[in-house]
Nanobody, 114 residues
Framework: QVQLVESGGGLVQPGGSLRLSCAASGSIFVFSTMGWYRQAPGKQRELVATITRGAYTNYLDSVKGRFTISRDNAKNTVYLQMNSLKPDDTAVYYC????????WGQGTQVTVSS
């Protein structure tokens, strides 16, 4: 059974930074794509960023230039570095993995507020 565990969320002021981590219970190399989604209150879940096994990345337009997704295969972990955070980035952030099924983490809250 695949488990994804997110960490690194919290409260940050506008303009600040956070780094989210997603640790998988096994090798992430088996996943063709891993990604981060987010869901704000009253809104649909949206794709924030993805990274393929070959390290190709894709981003939501509103986070381009501010967020960076990366993966460390040796640590079975995917990261989301978030800089220049805005109040609109406030949401629960979920890690996802695709490969032999679709898997989700439990989510981590990110709140951007002064």
């Amino acid at each position: 059974q695949v488990q994804l565990v997110e960490s690194g969320g919290g409260l940050v002021q506008p303009g600040g930074s956070l780094r989210l981590s997603c640790a998988a219970s096994g090798s992430i190399f088996v996943f063709s794509t891993m990604g981060w989604y987010r869901q704000a209150p009253g809104k649909q879940r949206e794709l924030v960023a993805t990274i393929t096994r070959g390290a190709y990345t894709n981003y939501l337009d509103s986070v381009k230039g501010r967020f960076t997704i990366s993966r460390d295969n040796a640590k079975n972990t995917v990261y989301l570095q978030m800089n220049s955070l805005k109040p609109d980035d406030t949401a629960v952030y979920y890690c996802s993995a695709t490969g032999g099924g679709n898997y989700w983490g439990q989510g981590t809250q990110v709140t951007v507020s002064s």
